[in-house]
C-alpha cells in the first residue's frame, strides 16, 4: 500500500503540470454544471424563443379582445342611437304639429279678429276682420293695403280714427256720455251656453241698462269701462294685447269669451258703429252713446255688426 502511493506521489510530481491543467478542467466543468445545470444552449434557446411566442400571443389576445370589445360597443350603441334619433325625428315632428297649429290658430279680440302665430290673446280684437299671417306678415312690410302697425284695417270715412294709449292726453275737462253692457244674445242661445254659468245671464239680458256717465276728455271706452265696472260692482277682467296696442275685454259679470260657443265673446259699439280697434284706442267725445254687447254667433252679425270688422 505504501508502496502503491509512493508511486503515485512520484508520479504527481514527474506530471505536476498536466495533473492540475486536469483538475482545473474538471473544475470548470463541475462549475458550469452547477450554474447552468444539465440543458443545452439549444434548450434556452428554445425557452426563450416560447417566452416572446407568449408575449405575442398574448398581445394578439388583447387586441382581438379589444376588437371584439369595440365591434359589440359599436353594435350595443346602434339601437340606442337608432331609438334617439327616432325620438328626436318623434319631438320634431310633435314641435312642426304644434308649430303648424299654432301658426293656423284664429284669434279675435274686440271687435277685431286676425291670425296669430306667437300671440295669443283671444278671439276677439276689437272689430277687425280675419285675416291668416301671411297678410299678416305683408301687412308689416307694406302699407299698399292701408294697415297701420297693429293691424287696423283702414277706418271707414268720417269716423274717428285710434289715438294710442302712449299718446293719450287727459284733461280735467267733464263730458258725458250713455254707458250700458248686455248679454241679451245669450238668452237665444242657452244650450250654448257652459251649464255653470246659466245663473250669472239676468232676466232680461241686462247687466248694466243705458245710463248717463261722466268722464274726463280724452279718456278712453276701456278707461270708462272700468270705471263704471268699479261703481257698480260688476266684475270685469281685461290683459293687454301689444300686437294690437290695445286692452282686450275676457270677462264682464263673469261671462268670458267662448262661454257661449267659440265665436262667443265681448265687442263694443260706439253710435251705431262697431270699431275695428281695440277699446283703449278710441278716444270717447262728449254725447257719445257706448254698448257694450255679447256676441254668440257670426263675431258680432248677431248684435248688429254689419260685418265683423265693423260697419
Same mark, same amino acid.
Given at each position: 500500500?505504501?508502496?502503491?502511493?509512493?508511486?503515485?506521489?512520484?508520479?504527481?510530481?514527474?506530471?505536476?503540470?498536466?495533473?492540475?491543467?486536469?483538475?482545473?478542467?474538471?473544475?470548470?466543468?463541475?462549475?458550469?454544471?452547477?450554474?447552468?445545470?444539465?440543458?443545452?444552449?439549444?434548450?434556452?434557446?428554445?425557452?426563450?424563443?416560447?417566452?416572446?411566442?407568449?408575449?405575442?400571443?398574448?398581445?394578439?389576445?388583447?387586441?382581438?379582445?379589444?376588437?371584439?370589445?369595440?365591434?359589440?360597443?359599436?353594435? =350595443?350603441?346602434?339601437? !340606442?342611437? +337608432? @331609438? $334617439? *334619433?327616432? /325620438? %328626436?325625428?318623434?319631438?320634431?315632428?310633435?314641435? #312642426?304639429?304644434?308649430?303648424?297649429?299654432?301658426?293656423?290658430?284664429?284669434?279675435?279680440?274686440?271687435?277685431?279678429?286676425?291670425?296669430?302665430?306667437?300671440?295669443?290673446?283671444?278671439?276677439?280684437?276689437?272689430?277687425?276682420?280675419?285675416?291668416? =299671417?301671411?297678410?299678416? !306678415?305683408? +301687412? @308689416? $312690410? *307694406?302699407? /299698399? %293695403?292701408?294697415?297701420?302697425?297693429?293691424?287696423? #284695417?283702414?277706418?271707414?270715412?268720417?269716423?274717428?280714427?285710434?289715438?294710442?294709449?302712449?299718446?293719450?292726453?287727459?284733461?280735467?275737462?267733464?263730458?258725458?256720455?250713455?254707458?250700458?253692457?248686455?248679454?241679451?244674445?245669450?238668452?237665444?242661445?242657452?244650450?250654448?251656453?257652459?251649464?255653470?254659468?246659466?245663473?250669472?245671464?239676468?232676466?232680461?239680458?241686462?247687466?248694466?241698462?243705458?245710463?248717463?256717465?261722466?268722464?274726463?276728455?280724452?279718456?278712453?271706452?276701456?278707461?270708462?269701462?272700468?270705471?263704471?265696472?268699479?261703481?257698480?260692482?260688476?266684475?270685469?277682467?281685461?290683459?293687454?294685447?301689444?300686437?294690437?296696442?290695445?286692452?282686450?275685454?275676457?270677462?264682464?259679470?263673469?261671462?268670458?269669451?267662448?262661454?257661449?260657443?267659440?265665436?262667443?265673446?265681448?265687442?263694443?259699439?260706439?253710435?251705431?258703429?262697431?270699431?275695428?280697434?281695440?277699446?283703449?284706442?278710441?278716444?270717447?267725445?262728449?254725447?257719445?252713446?257706448?254698448?257694450?254687447?255679447?256676441?254668440?254667433?257670426?263675431?258680432?252679425?248677431?248684435?248688429?255688426?254689419?260685418?265683423?270688422?265693423?260697419?
Amino acid at each position: 500500500m505504501k508502496s502503491l502511493i509512493t508511486k503515485i506521489i512520484n508520479f504527481i510530481k514527474q506530471h505536476k503540470t498536466a495533473v492540475i491543467s486536469s483538475l482545473a478542467v474538471v473544475l470548470v466543468l463541475a462549475a458550469s454544471f452547477v450554474f447552468f445545470g444539465n440543458e443545452s444552449p439549444n434548450s434556452q434557446k428554445e425557452l426563450t424563443k416560447s417566452s416572446y411566442s407568449a408575449e405575442d400571443s398574448t398581445d394578439e389576445t388583447q387586441k382581438s379582445d379589444l376588437i371584439v370589445s369595440a365591434t359589440e360597443s359599436s353594435k =350595443s350603441t346602434e339601437p !340606442q342611437n +337608432s @331609438e $334617439s *334619433s327616432k /325620438s %328626436d325625428e318623434s319631438s320634431n315632428s310633435a314641435a #312642426d304639429d304644434n308649430k303648424g297649429k299654432t301658426d293656423s290658430g284664429e284669434s279675435f279680440v274686440q271687435n277685431q279678429t286676425v291670425v296669430e302665430p306667437n300671440v295669443s290673446p283671444s278671439p276677439y280684437g276689437d272689430n277687425q276682420s280675419h285675416q291668416d =299671417s301671411e297678410s299678416k !306678415q305683408e +301687412s @308689416e $312690410s *307694406s302699407s /299698399s %293695403d292701408g294697415k297701420d302697425k297693429y293691424l287696423t #284695417d283702414p277706418i271707414p270715412e268720417g269716423k274717428p280714427k285710434p289715438v294710442e294709449p302712449q299718446d293719450q292726453e287727459i284733461e280735467d275737462k267733464t263730458l258725458y256720455c250713455t254707458f250700458s253692457i248686455s248679454c241679451a244674445t245669450i238668452l237665444d242661445n242657452m244650450k250654448s251656453l257652459r251649464k255653470h254659468k246659466a245663473d250669472l245671464v239676468p232676466s232680461d239680458g241686462w247687466i248694466l241698462k243705458p245710463q248717463k256717465v261722466e268722464f274726463n276728455e280724452g279718456e278712453s271706452v276701456f278707461d270708462v269701462l272700468q270705471r263704471v265696472c268699479k261703481e257698480n260692482k260688476i266684475h270685469m277682467e281685461a290683459s293687454w294685447t301689444p300686437i294690437y296696442n290695445s286692452s282686450y275685454v275676457e270677462g264682464i259679470a263673469n261671462l268670458y269669451e267662448f262661454d257661449c260657443g267659440n265665436q262667443s265673446g265681448w265687442m263694443y259699439k260706439v253710435n251705431d258703429w262697431f270699431p275695428n280697434y281695440g277699446c283703449s284706442r278710441y278716444e270717447l267725445k262728449n254725447g257719445d252713446t257706448v254698448e257694450w254687447k255679447y256676441t254668440c254667433k257670426g263675431y258680432g252679425f248677431d248684435v248688429g255688426a254689419s260685418m265683423p270688422m265693423g260697419g
